[in-house]
Nanobody, 123 residues
Framework: QVQLVESGGGSVQAGGSLRLSCTASGRTFSSYVMGWFRQAPGKEREAVVRISASGGSTFYADSVKGRFTISRDNAKNTVSLQMDSLKPEDTAIYYC????????????????WGQGTQVTVSS
């Protein structure tokens, strides 16, 4: 069992930055692909970014490529998302997620979800 707890959401003006963190319980964190989904009001939840279990491989959605950076520290059971040059369309609830395989991030069927943290970007 893995529990995920996010922190770091908030409100910022367009062009600003925020950093999200996700801390996992359990001793198997380093075996999971980690990533972030987001869900804007009235829209489906979408995968934004993921990082491999070792941290050696990352994938970014086109909408955030070049602006967001994901990283992980397996010794501390944490994954972070640095969000720069934020846009109003980045406004959403951001969910940390853990999955056994990268392919699960193409679906909503990840193994574990965090509770979500609100990110609001004003113009």
């Amino acid at each position: 069992q893995v529990q995920l707890v996010e922190s770091g959401g908030g409100s910022v003006q367009a062009g600003g930055s925020l950093r999200l963190s996700c801390t996992a319980s359990g001793r198997t964190f380093s075996s999971y692909v980690m990533g972030w989904f987001r869900q804007a009001p009235g829209k489906e939840r979408e995968a934004v970014v993921r990082i491999s279990a070792s941290g050696g491989s990352t994938f970014y959605a086109d909408s955030v490529k070049g602006r967001f950076t994901i990283s992980r520290d397996n010794a501390k059971n944490t994954v972070s998302l640095q969000m720069d040059s934020l846009k109003p369309e980045d406004t959403a609830i951001y969910y940390c997620a853990a999955a056994r395989t990268p392919a699960q991030f193409l679906t909503p069927w990840v193994d574990y979800w965090g509770q979500g943290t609100q990110v609001t970007v004003s113009s």
